[in-house]
């Protein structure tokens, strides 16, 4: 199985809602990342988990809160978000946090603020 | 600074010739290199990677990459275009300030027509 699954597909919220967005993976990999990526841009990196702990943080801010309960789950935790953050949300997973292993992409969350 | 370059932000094709979508890179010591597309509504698919020998690289759905440290490039390549080629796809190089992350280039479009 090299799919990484993401939930939901497509998420409205208000910028006072709280919601979250899953990503799943079940080929054994011990990173796991969260990028945004805008319209024709390409992505950019938020947070890097390795063995299930925090390894990066790109400086996002705090109304981004990532989770991960296990190794093959990684959550992205909303709240208080700004219309500016109205994005494609991707996760991926690689083998291991080293750059040379390529990342396998999950489907992405298009979420829209309003 | 290190950066990647895709001089074109779209490349057209007619089926059944042959593509190219270039990349360029610059960057302190030896690079890691890849290719990924991204078609409509979707994450990021690796195709390919340069690490270290030979100069070419062969990937997934037929296309393939030239590592060339003289000209700084790492040209993607494919040798009859297919419509279904048609997406985006992006260049990427480490990092060389981190072992983690990614730098993308602003991706080309492809545009396969029949």
């Known amino acids: 199985d090299t799919e990484v699954t993401q939930t939901p597909k497509h998420l409205v919220m208000g910028m006072t809602n709280k919601k979250s967005l899953k990503c799943e993976q079940h080929?054994?990999?011990?990173?796991m990342y969260w990028y945004k990526q805008k319209a024709k841009k390409p992505p950019e990196l938020m947070f890097v988990?390795?063995?299930?702990?925090?390894?990066i943080n790109e400086s996002v801010p705090s109304r981004f809160s990532p989770e991960c309960p296990n190794s093959s789950l990684l959550n992205l935790h909303l709240h208080a978000l700004q219309p500016e953050d109205s994005a494609l949300y991707l996760c991926?997973?690689?083998?291991?946090?080293?750059?040379?292993?390529?990342?396998?992409f999950g489907p992405g969350t298009r979420l829209t603020v309003t | 600074a290190q950066s990647v370059a895709q001089p074109e932000d779209q490349v057209n094709v007619a089926e059944g010739n042959p593509l190219t979508v270039k990349c360029t890179y610059s960057?302190?010591?030896?690079?890691?290199l890849f290719w990924y597309v991204q078609y409509p509504n979707r994450g990021l698919q690796f195709l390919l990677k340069?690490?270290?020998?030979?100069?070419l690289v062969k990937g997934s759905y037929g296309f393939e990459a030239e590592f060339n440290k003289s000209q700084t490039s790492f040209h993607l390549k494919k040798p009859s275009a297919l419509v279904s080629d048609s997406a985006l796809y992006f260049c990427?190089?480490?990092?060389?300030?981190?072992?983690?992350?990614?730098?993308f280039g602003s991706g080309t479009r492809l545009l396969v027509r029949p």
């Open positions: 991926a997973s690689s083998q291991d946090r080293q750059v040379s292993y390529e990342q396998y």
């Open positions: 960057v302190s010591g030896n690079p890691y």
């Open positions: 080929m054994g990999h011990r990173a």
């Open positions: 340069y690490i270290t020998g030979d100069n």
């Open positions: 988990y390795s063995y299930e702990k925090l390894s």
């Open positions: 990427a190089v480490r990092d060389m300030d981190s072992s983690y992350k990614l730098i």
